[in-house]
């Protein structure tokens, strides 16, 4: 029914429109200011909470764009931005009357500045640099200011090229010292050699820069543009040009080639937001979410600095054939700088469904069920999905003697909403799951109607920081019944809205171009008891620190976020299956507070803040390696984090161990997945938690449990 609504909107808006932008190829750049046009009519009337397109706004996106083409500072002047600052409050004029002249005056502006930026670097690469000179470079772009003029801005890029050269010289000079210790004969090579080829390498890696900055068009850098004009609606609302649409397409696919992991465009360069389970990535335990990609070198080649690169760009540097290196330079969540070597490889869909494991605990059986994602097949949803193979995994763990199950959405940034209202029914026997709010239809509530229960013994449901919307949705409502022990970080991520693409050539009768997409905010998720899951996210009934503790990651950092709210709460009733369950919740905090290992853990999550926070870097020589050595000497304290042993054993149930005979990757994948569960705190908890809970038998008697 909600689909059918959102349909006929559709069409009203696309009647509305398409006299207006009837045969409008967008290939003539004069055409741009159309496009801003049907844009913003279609986001006036369709986003769950439109912006008023006013002064304020203006400024906003005055200040995002200027952000986004130059996000390290290192191309305006001061003069620039006060030419540009004439238009902080006309682009809203630009907007309601479509005009372009803001973003024609800044792009041309830069395309300048680039060129000018180029003859900097070959000038300033001509002379060695001084190692031993006692200067330092402050990387916090947000709070540095334009240079004032062309002199101080060279002074800039000499200290970027000099920190770039500064890693590299490092680099060669550790390469040196290894060959040495591997051939006591071998003689290592001068400083003046060494920084000569430093600052080849530095040159080389900007000449590739600039050419990838060259094949950009105008209308690349004019989607920046659109982009931040839509984005100040909400974070996730995105102008999806035609390319990036049709990459869109590919991953919603399932296809996944490369390292395996999903990138984010930010100042610095490409950030981590998910390690794609069972990829390279993953399968190395080299890179983690929220770390940041600074370069990127294919194999036995010169890196190549994607900062300030577009993430389209970026990425298809990072991807590549199946058996190729990638080696990558990372900036790790902890804030130290590592070169990491991935071999690229396909990420197998397979990886990205549901798996589970038997868990043994002394002489007591429990299960756990890893969902990296609530996945479903959009075109018939009776095909393979999140919800049925839970199930499946459920009937299988049962039959091994399951007295207890871990679901863990660690990471899960969300998916199908059918599915989360399907998979919360069975552990409930019937009752509202989530209520769904949009501007166009109003409330509407979700529910579970089918009074069979998959599973009714005691329940864990393990989040983080990174466990996102459906996630969010399916965790609350389980806490709201009372029917789960939730167990994890302080909140979830809190994200608690719902996004739809529009193909925007819908709305262009007649055109033999291709416009792109809008993926815009249609809805918000709220909980049964009636609060929102937008920003607050979900807070675990047992809080327990992890290394993103203390860093900013949720949607309450991002840019723009829509607010909390709360709508009255749904009609339901709590789960009467336990007689201990606040009990349960009271031993569990008392464990945590306890446990060395989170003690270890919450240190170093600390430490990760400190290093984050620190933006200034020594370009002496002695001074930048002194502080890399403390850094690694220190970080030694936390090798203890991975030799912990839970003293569980983990193993794959029966019909996986017959399909392991015929396939040795797939037993290679659980055996690495088994070993991750060995060390983790977190899984020990819950099924410590799992053995605490008690059971209300009478009523148990009373229930019907069906199998499925």
Not at 160 to 178: G, V
Request: one cysteine or more.
């Amino acid at each position: 029914m909600r689909r059918n609504k959102i349909y006929l909107v559709a069409l009203l808006i696309f009647a509305m429109v398409s006299c207006g932008f009837a045969k409008k190829s967008f290939d003539d750049p004069e055409q741009d200011k159309t496009l801003v046009d049907l844009i913003s009519y279609v986001l006036s009337r369709w986003h769950f909470d439109p912006q008023d397109i006013n002064d304020e706004f203006s400024e906003n996106v005055y200040n995002d764009f200027i952000k986004s083409v130059d996000p390290m500072k290192r191309y305006f002047v001061m003069s620039d931005i006060e030419e540009f600052s004439k238009y902080k409050d006309k682009i809203d004029d630009e907007i309601k009357e479509p005009g372009v002249q803001f973003f024609s005056l800044v792009h041309t502006r830069l395309m300048k500045r680039m060129e000018e930026s180029k003859k900097y670097q070959q000038e300033l690469l001509l002379n060695p640099f001084d190692f031993t000179q006692d200067e330092t470079i402050n990387r916090d772009y947000e709070k540095i200011e334009f240079a004032n003029d062309i002199d101080e801005l060279k002074e800039r890029w000499r200290k970027e090229l000099k920190f770039s050269t500064l890693a590299n010289y490092d680099i060669k000079l550790e390469i040196e010292k290894d060959k040495k210790k591997k051939d006591n004969v071998y003689l290592i090579r001068d400083d003046v050699t060494l920084e000569k080829e430093a600052r080849e390498s530095t040159s080389k890696t900007y000449l590739e820069f600039y050419d990838l900055m060259d094949d950009l068009q105008r209308k690349d850098w004019f989607s920046m543009y659109i982009n931040a004009i839509v984005e100040e609606f909400d974070p996730h609302t995105t102008y999806l040009a035609p390319q990036d649409k049709d990459r869109f397409d590919m991953n919603m696919s399932g296809t996944l080639e490369g390292i395996g992991a999903r990138l984010q465009k930010r100042t610095e360069g490409a950030k981590i937001f998910e390690i794609i389970s069972g990829g390279p990535a993953w399968r190395s335990k080299k890179l983690e979410a929220g770390d940041i990609i600074l370069k990127v070198a294919q194999d036995g080649e010169e890196s190549v600095d994607i900062v300030g690169m577009r993430l389209d760009d970026a990425v298809k540097l990072i991807k590549g054939p199946k058996g190729t290196m990638v080696s990558l330079t990372v900036k790790k969540v902890d804030g130290s700088i590592e070169l990491i070597t991935i071999k690229r490889d396909l990420v197998e869909i397979e990886e990205t469904y549901a798996k589970s494991a038997i868990v043994k605990k002394g002489q007591r059986t429990f299960g756990v069920i890893n969902l990296p994602k609530f996945y479903v097949n959009f075109e018939d949803y009776n095909k393979r999905n999140a919800a049925s193979d839970v199930k499946k995994e459920i009937e299988r763990l049962k039959e091994q003697g399951m007295e207890g199950l871990v679901l863990d959405l660690r990471n899960n940034g969300g998916g199908s909403l059918k599915t989360v209202v399907d998979m919360a029914g069975f552990f409930i026997k019937d009752g509202p799951v989530v209520q769904v709010k949009s501007s166009i239809d109003g409330k509407e509530v979700l529910k579970d109607e089918d009074s069979r229960i998959q599973w009714d013994g005691p329940l864990v449901i393990l989040v983080n920081e990174l466990s996102a919307s459906a996630s969010e949705i399916l965790a609350a409502a389980l806490q709201d019944y009372k029917r789960a022990v939730v167990i994890g970080s302080k909140q979830t991520y809190g994200k608690g809205t719902v996004q739809n693409i529009v193909d925007l050539n819908r709305f262009v009768k007649g055109s033999d171009g291709n416009v792109g997409a809008l993926k815009l905010t249609t809805q918000k998720f709220y909980r049964i008891n009636g609060g929102s899951t937008q920003l607050e996210g979900v807070k675990s009934d047992v809080v327990v620190v992890d290394k993103y503790s203390f860093i900013d990651i949720g949607e309450k950092d991002q840019e723009n976020p829509l607010p909390w709210d709360q709508i009255d709460p749904a009609k339901y009733d709590l789960w009467d299956g336990y007689i201990d369950y606040e009990k349960t919740i009271s031993r569990s905090k008392e464990r945590m507070a306890d446990n060395p290992q989170l003690k270890l853990i919450e240190e170093n999550a600390k430490w990760i803040k400190k290093r984050r926070d620190d933006n200034e870097y020594p370009l002496n020589y002695a001074a930048y390696k002194k502080e890399a050595d403390e850094d690694e000497e220190y970080a030694k304290r936390f090798k203890a984090l991975s030799d912990y042993n839970t003293q569980l054993t983990f193993t794959s149930l029966p019909y996986e161990q017959l399909l392991m005979k015929k396939d040795s990757s797939l037993q290679g994948k659980r055996q690495a997945w088994h070993e991750e569960l060995s060390k983790d705190v977190y899984v020990e908890e819950a099924i410590n938690v799992l053995g605490d809970i008690q059971l209300n038998n009478i009523k148990k008697k009373k229930r019907a449990v069906v199998k499925g």
